[in-house]
Antibody, heavy 127, light 111 residues
């Protein structure tokens, strides 16, 4: 079964760091881009960042709201993507999801959409 | 980059049709055909319903259809069913600075 599962969420104090993991199964991890998203309490979805497929050198892009604080990396051998979150702020409190990138044309530089999502992991930033 | 604008809520009786609008700008919806729609039930992960404006992934009922005109994309649910009651979000690619922007979300209620 094709699936993604996030882990690593929890309660963290402002200014501290946390690393989330997104474990893939049922497909070849390196063949796809992988994005992170978040959804604050009672709020809508927000794109956080993306790591491109191996074909596109696994390069990364980030939303302006997290650029310089968050870093996405991937371990193809383990099929895991990571979201390293530093200098966390209370406004980073959210459920964090990972999503597999989908390209209708094949081999696209950035996904058209996101077809497989994990169930999410909750991050609470509070003192 | 501001979120795309969606109505807060729409409702309809079983069997009816509802349409959700998603208004962006000439920097996102208006210029790229990479609009997707996601269904989210409470406490659950989003599910892809439409991609590339109007294409349906395998397994999504053909009651769901998408379209776009200018800076506004739309999702139509025909033959509304109880299980369609959920939040719906549009998403558009927005270029190489913003990358992806989501809509504000619409709650669909089946009366």
């Amino acid at each position: 079964e094709v699936q993604l599962v996030e882990s690593g969420g929890g309660l963290v104090q402002p200014g501290r760091s946390l690393r989330l993991s997104c474990t893939a199964s049922g497909f070849t991890f390196g063949d796809y881009a992988l994005s992170w998203f978040r959804q604050g309490p009672g709020k809508g979805l927000e794109w956080v960042g993306v790591i491109r497929s191996k074909r596109h050198a696994g390069t990364t892009e980030y939303a302006a709201s997290v650029k310089g604080r968050f870093t996405i990396s991937g371990d193809d051998s383990k099929g895991i993507a990571y979201l390293q979150m530093n200098s966390l702020q209370t406004e980073d409190t959210a459920v964090y999801y990972c999503g597999r990138g989908f390209c209708s044309g094949g081999g696209c530089h950035l996904p058209d959409a996101f077809d497989i999502w994990g169930p999410g992991t909750k991050v609470t930033v509070s003192s | 980059q501001s979120a795309l604008t969606q109505p807060r809520s729409v409702s309809g009786s079983p069997g009816q049709s509802v349409t959700i609008s998603c208004t962006g700008t000439s920097s996102d919806v208006g210029v790229y055909n990479y609009v997707s729609w996601y269904q989210q039930h409470p406490g659950k992960a989003p599910k892809l319903m439409i991609y590339d404006v109007s294409k349906r992934p395998s397994g999504v009922p053909d009651r769901f259809s998408g379209s776009k005109s200018g800076n506004t994309a739309s999702l139509t649910i025909s033959g509304l069913q109880a299980e369609d009651e959920a939040d719906y979000y549009c998403c558009s690619y927005a270029g190489t600075y913003t990358f992806y922007v989501f809509g504000t979300g619409t709650k669909v209620t089946v009366l």
